[in-house]
């Protein structure tokens, strides 16, 4: 059973925009603070995301502040990610991850990954 399993993901023209889901199926999300990562062709991956579970605050990178919403609805055990004002260099494989920490953080030490949803922004 692969615990968390993204899905949103596809091809958008610069300035579109995407709602990514992640349902987890294992666990309760309730106790876990989640994170949407992405890696990009020849790229690190890269935290742009993430929200804690001690409070449901969200944090962002620098990079996507403005453009990205991270929200989870405990009821359907599943985080979003809107991502608006898509730009090209927002493209990459987006993954989102679990921790069962009150806290989130940009570090990947997380429990559970997801397998990846792919977000190309191209005219």
């Known amino acids: 059973q692969v615990p968390l399993v993204e899905s949103g993901g596809g091809l958008v023209q610069p300035g579109g925009s995407l709602k990514l889901s992640c349902v987890a199926s294992?666990?309760?999300?309730?106790?876990?603070?989640m994170a949407w990562f992405r890696q990009a062709p020849g790229k690190e991956r890269e935290g742009v995301s993430c929200?804690?579970?001690?409070?449901?605050?969200?944090y962002y990178a620098d990079s996507v502040k403005g453009r990205f919403t991270i929200s989870r609805d405990i009821a359907r055990n599943t985080v979003y990610l809107q991502i608006n004002s898509l730009k090209p260099e927002d493209t990459a494989v987006y993954y989102c991850?679990?921790?069962?920490?009150?806290?989130?953080?940009?570090?990947?030490?997380?429990?559970?990954w997801g397998q990846g949803t792919q977000v190309t922004v191209s005219s």
């Open positions: 991850a679990a921790v069962k920490s009150a806290q989130c953080s940009f570090i990947p030490l997380y429990d559970f």
């Open positions: 294992a666990f309760s999300l309730k106790d876990y603070s």
């Open positions: 929200i804690h579970s001690r409070d449901n605050s969200p």
